[in-house]
């Protein structure tokens, strides 16, 4: 489980297939990952991974072809840099809210609107993501918990203070540039309580 409050910008160094899927490495030193175990959960642009081969500089993680066909992890290449956060442990500030790190698919960036220091950004996601998303709701864009602005049909827009622009990689976004998107984990929820063919 994780917060959706990113703790540091990890650098890939390598992305390698195998079988069908791939193996990531990432540097992050910031994140003392030698204080880390072998199978700790690391979210990475948003999607929940298995730490391996974990020392001072970074870690390893396997993808498989679900998480290359759901995300945008396979897009990755040598230098990109992606948003982590180690998993939530009990006694931690939920500074955003709780994400789980299970992409259900990508947004695409619309539209890229300066308003002054902030910027908004209009996001486009599939059809049958769009109902998750509400008005002051929450969602989940690789792996950065914000607040929705406003909602019409299939697309929303959240604001971005300069502080999540230079934390973050959404201040690297270009119009057209898709995005991991957690929908909000209550809305999933909710949505099956009330459905009527349960």
């Known amino acids: 489980m994780f917060t959706g409050i990113v703790q540091s910008l990890g650098t890939v160094v390598s992305l390698t297939p195998q079988n069908d899927g791939a193996r990531l490495r ?4 910031d994140l003392k990952p030698a204080e880390w175990q072998t199978g700790d959960s690391i979210s990475v642009a948003g ?8 020392d001072d500089r970074g870690f390893s993680a396997d993808l498989s072809g679900e998480t290359l066909a759901r995300t945008s992890l396979g897009r990755l290449k040598v230098g990109s840099r992606v948003n982590l956060e180690p998993a939530l442990a009990v006694g931690d500030r939920l500074g955003g ?18 308003l002054g220091d902030n910027w908004r950004l209009r996001f486009r ?3 049958e993501l769009a109902r998750y998303v509400a008005s002051k709701g929450s969602v989940t864009l690789d792996g950065v918990s914000l607040t929705v602005n ?15 622009l230079q934390v973050t ?3 690297e976004l270009a119009e057209g540039d898709t995005v991991n998107y957690e929908v909000d984990l209550l809305a999933r929820y ?8 349960v």
């Open 26 to 29: 990432i540097e992050c030193p």
């Open 47 to 54: 999607c929940c991974l298995t730490a391996l081969e974990i």
């Open 97 to 114: 809210h709780l994400v789980t790190g299970h992409v259900d698919g990508l947004a695409r960036l619309v539209t890229l609107t300066s």
């Open 125 to 127: 996601v599939p059809d």
């Open 150 to 164: 406003d909602v019409d049909a299939s697309e929303f827009e959240v604001n971005i203070i300069p502080h999540t």
């Open 169 to 171: 990689t959404l201040g």
């Open 190 to 197: 909710m949505e099956r309580l009330l459905d009527k063919r």
